[in-house]
């Protein structure tokens, strides 16, 4: 069923009413700036036609209940309670309840009404799979709490507040992007963000280009702690450069070249991730130039590269990411391919000509499972609009 169909009829069937209202909050698929949002780089990520839906309605009491239609759980909490991490009956709060009780918990911080609400949520977004399964399902519950709270924030506003949640609520502490592309997501374009000023524009993707999807169905694990290291790896290396480099505040202040004058005074395992993110902000700065002049050859290219980047430097892919990327690249077609997201499992991202993307598709998926005996979900994808209620 789904998951629009899906969120009402369990809405219905648990609260016996009719849901007030409908939302949808979409996933993200990155095509350049992998690791750097949290290094104050650019990133071009755009949402995609995967997302979580919610059917909610204000509550009769002060409790929230939320149920989780994907795997039929639920919870009760109250804005009291969210702030101990427990439920409404003092138990700690399961994995999956912290996402939305992040938010419930950042809005408060922000001073904004809360509402408590009957809810129901239900996404098409794999987890763990590279896509930002959480962000929509943040961004979709803060839709929420605005209908019902009668206060309106700007799209990036909301995404902060989505970010605050993830890093400083559930403790994975990721940057801006994803929350970001789920908010502001605009149908058949591309978003270019810097993450550091939060200027972003748009890039309407040309008619005769697909942006595939390719899921390994390989599911990430202990990815927070394998994330959460990186990010520290990257503060490290702003400290100790930043002897010789006073000022800088990010690894987004050190050009290449000032990196490669002074790289040998790192740790050597810091100085591979810090030239995985130094290296990649400057293949997106090309990036960008690229599709201004419709160059999309070149741009897949840089793709490729930041592939064995993420998997030389970075170490996040895994040997099932390899070789999807391995054979896309080999198909005709195919201007570049990489796995997309934080890595450790999950999804490529695949730059293709419109008319090969069916083939493409096809060929991909036959070829992945004879080498690996594993079945991925391969799609084409179309750019959303951010999140909203429908
Ligand atoms: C995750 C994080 C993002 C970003 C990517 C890697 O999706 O949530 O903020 O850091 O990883 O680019």
Same mark, same amino acid.
């Given at each position: ?14 609260? #016996?009413?009719?849901? *007030? ?86 809005? #408060? ?133 930043? *002897? ?53 050859? *070149? ?34 077609? &195919? ?37 690996? #005996? ?6 084409? &994808? ?9």
């Amino acid at each position: 069923m789904h998951p629009k169909d899906l969120v009402v009829q369990t809405f219905r069937q648990r609260f #016996n009413r009719e849901p *007030e209202h409908l939302a949808l909050a979409p996933a993200r698929v990155n095509l350049l700036g992998e690791h750097v949002d949290y290094n104050d780089g650019l990133v071009l990520p755009a949402a995609i036609d995967r997302a979580t839906y919610i059917a909610f309605s204000q509550a009769n009491s002060d409790h929230s209940t939320l149920i989780a239609g994907d795997f039929a759980k639920e919870v009760s909490f109250t804005l009291k309670s969210v702030s101990a991490k427990s439920n409404a009956g003092g138990a700690p709060l399961p994995d999956w309840a912290l996402y939305p009780a992040g938010v419930a918990w950042a809005l #408060n911080e922000a001073e904004l009404e809360v509402s408590a609400l009957d809810a129901v949520y239900s996404s098409n977004v794999p987890r763990g799979a590279g896509l930002s399964s959480s962000a929509s399902v943040e961004m979709a519950f803060v839709i929420a709490w605005q209908t019902l709270g009668g206060w309106t924030l700007p799209p990036m506003q909301r995404a902060l507040l989505g970010q605050k949640a993830e890093s400083k609520y559930v403790g994975v502490d990721c940057g801006i992007m994803d929350q970001f592309a789920s908010a502001c997501g605009v149908a058949d374009h591309l978003l270019v963000l810097d993450c550091r000023s939060l200027e972003w524009q748009t890039f309407p993707i040309p008619r005769n280009i697909a942006i595939v999807i390719a899921d390994t169905s390989v599911r990430r694990k202990l990815t927070s702690s394998g994330y959460n290291e990186r990010h520290r790896s990257c503060e490290e290396a702003v400290k100790i450069l930043a *002897e010789n480099l006073p000022g800088i505040t990010a690894l987004r202040d050190v050009s290449v070249d000032d990196f490669n004058r002074l790289s040998d005074q790192l740790p050597v395992m810091v100085e591979r991730r810090a030239r995985h993110v130094i290296e990649e902000m400057e293949r997106t700065r090309q990036s960008v130039r690229l599709l201004d002049l419709g160059r999309f050859r *070149e741009f897949g290219k840089i793709m490729n590269e930041c592939h064995v980047s993420l998997r030389d430097l970075y170490e996040v892919s895994i040997p099932e990411l390899d070789k999807m990327v391995e054979i896309a690249q080999s198909l005709p077609g &195919c201007f570049g391919a990489r796995l997309t997201g934080a890595g450790f499992g999950g999804c490529t991202v695949n730059l293709v000509e419109k008319n090969s993307a069916k083939n493409f598709a096809e060929e991909l998926t036959a070829r992945y499972q004879r080498a690996t #005996n594993l079945k991925p979900e391969i799609y084409i &994808c179309r750019a959303s609009e951010g999140a909203r209620i429908i």
